[in-house]
């Protein structure tokens, strides 16, 4: 199945795209662990992506599709994926539509307030992609996984989340009614417990 994960930032993307695509035995996307990957290595792609990422604004069209349309070439997207945090915009959907069959579209909804809690106390690993929360981790500085050093996401701190807040308001929220009018869309309350969202996407999903 090819699945979209959309949502706000800090709904919960990654932390269900992990235990999905680990349950359904198919590989997670994500366009923002890509671009943070491309900006540790210094490529030209992460030179380039930094300078937005760092803002909280998104890195252009042209970027992504490209790096999404090779991704789905590789022989483990044959059974399915789930693109996490991708697409963002009308034109990243219009031009995924041209290179993929989309089955299903999970919004992970919830209210901004909770989301800038969610950012402020978030840490990461960014050697094996573990995601934790600060209430959560008993004054634990390394990863459970793999035991790398967790760090903040540079783009988690109070201003950048407003600024990419908004720009989820104005570029990535009208791909709500995109996916709803093409009969694709289901809605899933971000707000309620992990597990509790977990098992609301597998029922979506009829999983
Ligand atoms: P990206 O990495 O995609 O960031 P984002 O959309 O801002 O989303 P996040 O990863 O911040 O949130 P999430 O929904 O994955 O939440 P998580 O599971 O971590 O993109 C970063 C940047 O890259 C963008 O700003 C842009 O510049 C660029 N970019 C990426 N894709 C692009 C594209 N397609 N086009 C253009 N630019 C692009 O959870 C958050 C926290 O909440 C964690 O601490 C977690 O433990 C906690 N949590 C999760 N679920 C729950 C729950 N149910 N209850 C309590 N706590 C929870
Ligand atoms: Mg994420």
């Known amino acids: 199945m090819n699945i979209i994960f959309l949502g706000p930032p800090g709904a919960g993307k990654g932390t269900q795209a992990v235990r999905v695509c680990e349950r359904l035995g198919i590989p ?10 491309a900006i540790k290595e210094g490529t030209p792609t992460g030179l380039e992506a930094k300078s937005y990422i760092d803002k909280g604004e998104l890195v252009p069209d042209s ?22 945090g991708f697409p963002r915009t009308v034109a990243q959907a ?12 999970i919004d992970i909804a919830i209210e901004d307030q909770k989301l800038i809690d969610r950012l402020s106390g978030r840490r990461v690993c960014l050697s094996c992609g573990g995601t934790y929360h600060v209430s ?5 500085t390394t990863c459970a996984k793999c035991g790398a050093e ?11 989340v407003l600024s990419r807040l908004s720009v989820y308001h104005a570029q990535t929220a009208p791909l709500i009614s ?30």
């Open 150 to 160: 967790l760090v903040q996401r540079a783009d988690d701190k109070a201003e950048t």
């Open 94 to 105: 219009e031009a995924l539509a041209g290179f993929a069959e989309i089955d299903k579209v």
């Open 136 to 140: 959560t981790l008993g004054g634990a």
């Open 178 to 207: 995109y996916y709803k009018e093409r009969g694709k869309l289901a809605e899933v309350d971000g707000a309620q417990a992990m597990d509790d969202c977990f098992n609301a996407i597998l029922n979506q999903l009829g999983a």
């Open 63 to 84: 970027v992504v599709i490209d790096i999404v349309r090779d991704r789905l070439k590789e022989s483990d997207c044959k059974n399915g994926y789930v693109l996490d």
């Open 28 to 37: 997670q996307i994500s366009t923002g662990d890509i671009l943070r990957r």
